[in-house]
């Protein structure tokens, strides 16, 4: 079975200030890997995913992700935070063979960033 | 524009009263799916399909049925809902390639009373 873990329900950091959100995963094999945001009131955004290569892996809105292998993490991470991206944030996992194409989510992360 | 559109957006029904939910998605998917989005739960699937005609369990599917007659369109159905089915639902549909991105629709907010 996979599974992901997003260990911090909030995330409160100052605009401005670089910004972490945590991801652990598990799955049998190899992973795909993805980030969704969620504005109120709105469906799961795309923002990245990690498919092969680069560790780091840059997306939408100057987002980035780091995929660590050993520690099976893939943390979301931004150098400046602004007010607008305060939402809810998720990680996802996808197992590359033998998953049915399913996508496992974590619970999610509320981001806020305060002036 | 690429899309995937559900409705309604919000529903109130009452126990026991029949509703569909419709799903219809323009990108020629051939994967869809539906989620509920509960506090500190996250999405987890309810049904999936894989193509039209094939549809399976997902993680909670007790109490809801799904069809998928056409490709476009995979409709959610509480044939008898409960208090407990209260919930924001997402369908999302991708291609069925592993590595690619799932695309999601607005969300319905389904109350039951």
């Known amino acids: 079975a996979q599974s992901v873990a997003q260990p911090e329900d909030q995330v409160n950091v100052a605009e401005g200030n670089p910004l972490t959100v945590k991801c652990t995963y598990s799955?049998?094999?190899?992973?795909?890997l993805f980030w969704y945001v969620q504005y109120p009131n709105r469906g799961l955004q795309f923002l990245l995913k990690?498919?092969?290569?680069?560790?780091l892996v840059k997306g939408s809105y100057g987002f980035e992700a780091e995929f660590n292998k050993s520690q099976t993490s893939f943390h979301l991470k931004k150098p400046s935070a602004l007010v607008s991206d305060s939402a809810l944030y998720f990680c996802a996992v996808r197992a590359i063979t033998g998953g049915g194409n399913k996508l496992t989510f974590g619970t999610g992360t509320q981001l806020k960033v305060e002036l | 524009e690429a899309q995937v559109t559900q409705n309604p957006r919000y529903l109130i029904t009452v126990t026991g009263k029949k509703l569909t939910v419709t799903c219809s998605q323009n990108m020629n998917h051939e994967y869809m799916s539906w989620y509920r989005q509960d506090p500190g739960l996250g999405l987890r699937q309810i049904y999936y399909s894989m193509n039209v005609e094939v549809t399976d369990k997902g993680d909670v599917p007790e109490g809801y049925k799904v069809s998928r007659k056409e490709k476009r369109n995979f409709p959610l159905i509480l044939e008898s809902p409960s208090p407990n089915q209260t919930s924001l639902y997402f369908c999302?549909?991708?291609?069925?390639?592993?590595?690619?991105?799932?695309?999601f629709g607005q969300g319905t907010r389904l109350t039951v009373v």
């Open positions: 999302a549909s991708s291609r069925l390639d592993s590595n690619t991105e799932a695309f």
């Open positions: 990690y498919i092969t290569g680069d560790n």
């Open positions: 799955v049998s094999g190899n992973p795909y």
